[in-house]
C-alpha cells in the first residue's frame, strides 16, 4: 500500500499553480504601465473621456449667433528637443462656425526627429463638442535639421453643447497640443542609418 503522504508530495504543489499565474500577471501590468499613456489616449479619442475632442468629416451644418471663445495652447512632452507654439493665442467664432488656426513647430537640432501631438480641451464638459476637421495631430510629424513647420487645425464647436447640461455654461474653451518624440518611420530611419555609416566610413 502506498503511503499517501508521499503520493501527495509528488504531485505539483497548489501553490505554484496560483503563484505563477499571478506572477506572470504582475509582470504584464508591469509591461501595460508603459503603454498607458498611449493606452489613455486612445480610450480618451474614443470616448471623449478627459476633455478628448471629437473628429468630423465636414463642416458644421448649423451655426448659431451664440459666440464662444477658443484659446490655444502648446507644449512639449519630456525630452522632447522641438520648438513648439501656437500662432494665436485667442479667437472668438459663432457656435457651429468653421475655425482655422495655425500652430508652428521647430527643429533646432542637428537631427531628424519625428513628434506625434496629443491633445485635450478644457473645460472637459466641452471636449465632445469641439470637432476637428483636419489636423496636423492626425498623423506623425517628421522635422528634418533646422526645419521649421506651420501646421494648421480646422475645427469648430458642436451647437449641441447648448443643449448639453453642463457644458451649455462654457464660454471660453481652451485647445491644448502636446509634442512628444516617436521613433522615426521604416524608411527615414534608414536613411539616417545609411548616412551615419557613410559619414563613419
Not at 95 to 108: D, K, Q, R, S, V
Not at 132 to 148: D, H, M, S, T, Y
Request: with cysteine; net charge negative; aromatic share 12%.
Amino acid at each position: 500500500m502506498s503511503d499517501p503522504v508521499s503520493h501527495h508530495k509528488k504531485d505539483p504543489p497548489t501553490a505554484r499553480k496560483v503563484v505563477l499565474p499571478l506572477l506572470a500577471l504582475v509582470a504584464f501590468m508591469t509591461a501595460g504601465s508603459f503603454a498607458a499613456v498611449p493606452f489613455y489616449n486612445w480610450f480618451c479619442k474614443v470616448t471623449g473621456y478627459g476633455g478628448t475632442t471629437t473628429t468630423a468629416a465636414s463642416s458644421s451644418d448649423l451655426v448659431l449667433d451664440q459666440t464662444i471663445t477658443v484659446r490655444f495652447d502648446a507644449s512639449l512632452g519630456a525630452g522632447m528637443e522641438w520648438e513648439f507654439k501656437a500662432l494665436q493665442h485667442v479667437t472668438e467664432l459663432k457656435i457651429g462656425e468653421t475655425g482655422l488656426a495655425f500652430y508652428e513647430a521647430y527643429n533646432p537640432t542637428d537631427r531628424v526627429i519625428a513628434g506625434t501631438a496629443s491633445y485635450n480641451v478644457t473645460p472637459f464638459s466641452a471636449g465632445n463638442y469641439f470637432s476637428k476637421i483636419a489636423c496636423f495631430c492626425f498623423v506623425e510629424q517628421v522635422l528634418q535639421p533646422g526645419e521649421r513647420v506651420r501646421m494648421p487645425v480646422t475645427f469648430y464647436v458642436d451647437p449641441g453643447i447648448v443643449d448639453d447640461i453642463e457644458a451649455k455654461r462654457v464660454t471660453s474653451i481652451t485647445l491644448s497640443y502636446t509634442f512628444y518624440e516617436t521613433d522615426l518611420p521604416v524608411d527615414q530611419a534608414a536613411l539616417e542609418e545609411e548616412k551615419d555609416n557613410t559619414q563613419v566610413n
